[in-house]
């Protein structure tokens, strides 16, 4: 399985401002994505990041708000725009690289505290 | 669409008992379906899977769990709960693309 890591692990950040999150994979995969897990929540799909070309994002969010790059196969930024105290969430990285099973493997997860 | 369902938001057992965390899915075909568990201040770890083959499914931490077709589940069973086992399970299912669904979650509490 891949090994996923995200940078920062956690942050506290003041409204107005941006935050990018780093996902990096220790081998090349075929799909990446970016979830929220609002407090007390389940996970919610934000985009799917696509390598070389823009994120394809879920109903209720956009780009201008959650910005997303995808420069190589291993490596992607999840941009947490203009943030208010309702982005308070963890935001997680996956990844998929099985044409079969579509089995995907997590990141640790970036806590984000918005005051 | 896809949609996955779990009933029980929250399960009490005591250690050693028997644990059953119910999923019931909504997909005209043959699903992708999965079990994750997220431990405290811990990361989503797979717990087991299923897209083909054999219907009952053995994963990791003696856990396994059956597709039923006629009644749309995946429950999750364990014949012996550990301490260890408390957390939060989701239920995950896909359709012919890489997206998964995710359930809303049960938290499993365990009694010493």
């Known amino acids: 399985s891949a090994v996923i890591s995200q940078k920062p692990s956690r942050d506290i950040c003041q409204r107005g401002t941006s935050l990018t999150i780093q996902c990096q994979v220790d081998?090349?995969?075929?799909?990446m994505f970016w979830y929220r897990q609002q407090p007390g929540q389940s996970l919610t799909l934000i985009a799917t990041?696509?390598?070389?070309?823009?994120?394809?994002?879920e109903s209720g969010f956009v780009i201008d708000k959650f910005p997303i790059s995808r420069p190589n196969l291993t490596f992607s930024t999840l941009t947490v725009s203009n943030m208010s105290p309702e982005d308070s969430s963890i935001y997680l990285c996956?990844?998929?690289?099985?044409?079969?099973?579509?089995?995907?493997?997590f990141g640790p997860g970036t806590r984000l505290t918005v005051l | 669409a896809q949609s996955v369902t779990q009933p029980d938001i929250h399960i009490t057992v005591s250690e050693g008992a028997s644990l059953e965390l119910r999923c019931n899915y909504s997909y005209g075909a043959t699903p992708y379906l999965f079990w994750y568990v997220q431990s405290p201040g811990q990361g989503l770890q797979l717990l087991l899977k299923?897209?083909?083959?054999?219907?009952l499914v053995q994963g990791i931490k003696g856990f396994e769990a059956e597709f039923k077709r006629s009644q749309s589940s995946f429950n999750l069973r364990k014949p012996s709960v550990h301490w260890s086992d408390a957390a939060e399970y989701f239920c995950l299912t896909g359709a012919g693309s890489y997206q998964l669904t995710f359930g809303k979650g049960t938290k499993l509490s365990v009694i010493p």
């Open positions: 299923y897209f083909s083959g054999d219907t």
């Open positions: 081998s090349q995969v075929t799909m």
């Open positions: 990041a696509n390598q070389g070309s823009e994120a394809t994002y």
């Open positions: 996956s990844v998929s690289d099985s044409l079969v099973s579509r089995e995907q493997f």
